[in-house]
């Protein structure tokens, strides 16, 4: 039991501090710097949307902002079944060359886009949501980087507006991920795009799937065509955090099982022989990420048992406790508390944990998530 508190706490603390420590070294001896011109390629921008009647309008306006050459730019809104006023806002901006692709079936954000992409004229296809606000030159940076024949996709880099109660903690999750993909693209590929803002050769995305999550399946295929994705920190997509709290749970299971959906159905890239340290990417970052709240429980079960014969123990099992019993009072105690940092860290780590294990059971229970509902934010 003492083997299996220690290996489990190994995994955990390696999960998410060993393997960002591991990619710094291997940037000793390996490092990828892509090639970026001020290249002006046709682009299709595809921004699909869902009863959004409340926000497409200041999406629209921020698209036709964009510093980027009109007659290379064609701008598409896959309205996906929308039966609000979506379509017809979005219509009311047909003299500025926004095109409404009217969706009637609803079947899912990745059929929607899959659509598009059939009707898209570009040789870069730019995917974006209603929800993020695009800088004015966002299109010509991210564009900048195909420059590079190794380039198979690009992402965005995120960046959150965060509401003064600082009570959900998404933003300091996003931080964190924005530095790992910068350690990851350092000297190889990132293992996972932005889905709010995102970039692709239109050959990258000719086997485009409506059942899988569109961001990391582009990733992969990408990385299946011989070429890697990267991001980018001057193409910044801003977003706001989510007003609903509790809805910020629900939306990192439907993410997770979109997300486990995409992994088991592409576990050639496990092959280490063939696509060599993606793969060790793509089960750290991934997997093992995923199998963290299970590590979680081994721990604290072995640590209990061990606990009634050691002192040792017994004082990390109260370092447990008490951090466990700072998240419950960050959950059960609403905004009141949950600003300050000490409560904060231990409610969202075990939220996000919490929603991976519910959305392995859901996953090993045969759920697969094809409609979405956009976050309200």
Same mark, same amino acid.
């Given at each position: 039991m003492a083997a299996i508190f220690f290996i489990s706490v190994f995994l955990i603390i390696f999960a998410y501090f060993g393997y960002p420590v591991t990619l710094a070294v291997i940037g000793r001896f390996i490092s990828f710097t892509p090639?970026?011109?001020?290249?002006?390629?046709?682009?299709?921008?595809?921004?699909?949307?869902?009863?959004?009647?409340?926000?497409?309008?200041?999406?629209?306006?921020?698209?036709?902002?964009?510093?980027?050459?009109?007659?290379?730019?064609?701008?598409?809104?896959?309205?996906?079944?929308?039966?609000?006023?979506t379509n017809d806002i979005v219509r009311d901006f047909s003299d500025r060359k926004i095109e409404l692709l009217d969706v009637r079936d609803r079947k899912g954000k990745e059929n929607a886009q899959k659509q598009a992409v059939a009707v898209a004229k570009g040789d870069i296809i730019v995917f974006s949501d209603v929800a993020t606000i695009l800088d004015s030159l966002g299109i010509r940076e991210i564009v900048s980087n195909f420059a590079d024949p190794a380039v198979g996709c690009v992402s965005s880099e995120d960046r959150m507006i965060e509401d003064n109660d600082g009570g959900g903690g !998404?933003? =300091?999750?996003? @931080?964190?991920?924005?530095?790992? #993909?910068? /350690?990851?693209? +350092?000297?190889?590929?990132?293992?996972?795009l932005s889905g709010s803002f995102f970039a692709a050769r239109r050959e990258v995305? !000719?086997? =485009?799937?409506? @059942?899988?999550?569109?961001?990391? #399946?582009? /990733?992969?295929? +990408?990385?299946?065509?011989?070429?890697?994705?990267?991001?980018?920190?001057?193409?910044?997509?801003?977003?706001?955090?989510?007003?609903d709290k509790s809805r910020e749970f629900d939306r990192k299971v439907r993410t997770v099982i979109r997300g486990l959906t995409v992994f088991f159905k592409n576990l050639e890239f496990l092959n280490v022989f063939e696509f060599g340290l993606f793969s060790y990417q793509y089960v750290c970052h991934k997997l093992l990420r995923w199998l963290v709240p299970f590590?979680?429980?081994?721990?604290?079960?072995?640590?209990?048992?061990?606990?009634?014969?050691s002192p040792f123990f017994l004082w990390i099992l109260a370092a447990q406790v008490i951090f466990y019993g700072l998240a419950l009072a960050g959950i059960l105690g609403g905004e009141r508390v949950s600003g300050n940092i000490a409560v904060k860290i231990p409610k969202f780590f075990i939220?996000?944990?919490?929603?991976?294990?519910?959305?392995?059971?859901?996953?090993?229970?045969?759920?697969?998530?094809t409609m979405w509902n956009p976050s309200v934010r």
């Open positions: 090639k970026r011109e001020r290249i002006v390629p046709s682009v299709t921008l595809i921004i699909t949307a869902y009863n959004e009647e409340k926000r497409i309008r200041k999406k629209l306006e921020n698209t036709i902002k964009i510093d980027y050459p009109r007659d290379n730019l064609q701008v598409i809104v896959a309205s996906d079944g929308s039966t609000d006023k !998404e933003g =300091f999750y996003v @931080k964190y991920e924005m530095w790992l #993909r910068k /350690l990851e693209c +350092s000297v190889n590929s990132v293992v996972g995305c !000719e086997d =485009f799937s409506p @059942k899988m999550q569109s961001d990391f #399946r582009t /990733l992969l295929s +990408s990385m299946r065509k011989g070429m890697r994705g990267i991001s980018d920190p001057r193409a910044v997509g801003y977003y706001q955090e989510i007003k590590f979680l429980i081994a721990a604290l079960i072995a640590n209990a048992w061990c606990s009634v014969r939220l996000v944990n919490a929603s991976i294990l519910v959305a392995w059971l859901q996953f090993l229970r045969g759920e697969r998530l």
